[in-house]
């Protein structure tokens, strides 16, 4: 039995809650692409006005240090901080029209959603395996999110019934939650399954997710690291850190042909 189900069974977990992009989507590079084109217009346009010159954004770097996993807005406003630029933040409701925080993080919306249609989404197929295998053993599943665009990428994907409850930006605004690495999501999740955090496994990639978890004191926290992200998992609070679902798809077909 691999390391995981040993955990889950220990730890007599009941439920899964797992976060969308980086453990069941691959979006982040549609993100990054959608930040590099409205980030590098805007500079370029602003280069034309102060005839200073700016850095293109880093489609590694600067998403990974500035964007990913942390709130639009915020992400917006380090990334500027960064080329020397300070912007207004805009009102709530404002256009993809005006260089505001609130107006650029709209326009990059709009990036984003003409790249979806273009390109599709793609999904960890060893995950959505692994999740439909849990089900039927009779484990309760969620998927959250700090997206708005989490459903929309899940109809795109055909996966909008795969899990029984979705916590995404939208239902926390809503509720008027704190984003990672505040816990609320995975709260919300848990309490809309109708299971206590301590019999819950939290499945992210990323440093703010694998906080919010532990901060949420749930049973189980499953780092995913589709990259090099180990060390820094474990270190902020994974209990167990796994590459991708494919070994633990394999154990399970092993052990089912030796019954």
Known sequence: MSNLSNLIQEKNIKALIFDMDGVITNTAGLHAEAWKKLCDSFLRQRSE???????????KEDYQTYVHDVPRIDAMRNFMASRGITLPEGEPNEGAGSNTLVGLGERKDFYFHELLKQNGVVVFEDAIKWVKEQQQAGMKTAIVSGSRNCLNILRRAGLEKLFEVRVDKVVANELKMNSKP??????????????????TAVFEDTVGGIEGAKAGNFGLIVGVDRGFMKETL???????VIKNFTSELHERAASSLSS
């Open 182 to 199: 505040a816990p609320d999501i995975y709260l919300e999740a848990a309490k809309k399954l109708g299971v206590q955090p301590q019999e």
């Open 49 to 59: 006005q102060d005839g200073k010159s700016y850095a293109p954004f880093d489609l």
């Open 234 to 240: 474990e270190t902020k609070g994974a209990h167990t």
